[in-house]
């Protein structure tokens, strides 16, 4: 029998903040699930969907008053997505990988994951600090930049990182900003810049203002794109955006990846402020991803025994999670 051993909450500082249009972050909480079956223990961490409402303390709860089957397919049907059904589908999956003395990877039917060419985050700023941290992060071998707008002088910020990193790749996260602004021009404006991917720029919920739009870039949904049942009505955006906490598990990500694929979608791997633990699991289906954005715990102060290691900008497999026994 499995059982829940413990879902408790952890905080963790950011070095310096994490600043985007909705506000800054100086540390994060996250939720780590723990299961066992009396031989093994599986681990898993989730970092709350904010923009949502959720919290950790409440995903932490959740867990516990889960009281259906401790078996993955379940919690599908049972327990709504988030970051609670992340947190304890991958601490299954984890122990599900121990028990069977073989990784995650290989219990999924995944290619042995290889180092990721993650994008590296320049929070929101003036243009002269964006171009600063763009420098910076050039110089620590980041080949692709995510760049944090807010819809007002969006320009002249990357205008700052372009010179900041002129040899680096570009993406921006508009965080739902631009519903106001003429999506066609300011993609347009950015793409003179270089800049290869425009994510979320329309508040979520409103994606038909995309209609019609005709970008020299792919848009990509993030808030807009949360499980594989969103797909069918995003036919207006190019790529989307999985990220574990909105797909609610590494079970559900997998089947958002194959879906978008086969629906004509590019495929963006992001997530959350969080820890390795939390990143791990995402780096499976990061394999083959078109952009890499797994960042969430080289952004934090310090990071969890055996963390994700970084070597000139790639991020290697590490052995903190599902690797079995």
Known sequence: MIHLLSATVERWPVAGAFIISRGAKTDVDVVVCTVGDGTHVGRGEGTAIYYEGETAEGCAAAIRAYAGPLDRQALLTQMPRGAARN??????????????DVPVWQLAGL????PLPTAFTISLGDPATMEAAARTAAGRGFALLK?????EGDRARIAAVRA?????RLIVDANESWHDLDIAAEAQALADLGVEM??????????????????PLPLCADESCHTSADLDRLGDFDAVNIKLDKAGGLTEALVLRQAARERGFRVMV???????????????????????DLDGALLLARDRDGALA????????????????
């Open 87 to 100: 947190a304890l589908d991958c601490a299954l999956w984890d122990l599900e990988a121990k028990r069977a």
């Open 111 to 114: 290619s042995a994951p290889a």
């Open 147 to 151: 760049c944090k707008l807010t819809g």
């Open 164 to 168: 900041g990193a002129p040899d680096a």
């Open 198 to 215: 425009v994510e979320q720029p329309v508040i979520h919920g409103r994606e038909a203002a995309l209609a019609g739009v005709r970008a």
């Open 270 to 292: 992001g997530c959350m402020l969080g820890t390795s633990l939390g990143i791990a699991p995402a780096a499976l289906v990061a394999q083959g991803a078109d952009w890499i």
């Open 310 to 325: 970084l070597d000139d900008g790639l991020l290697q497999p590490g052995n903190l999670w599902g690797m079995g026994e």
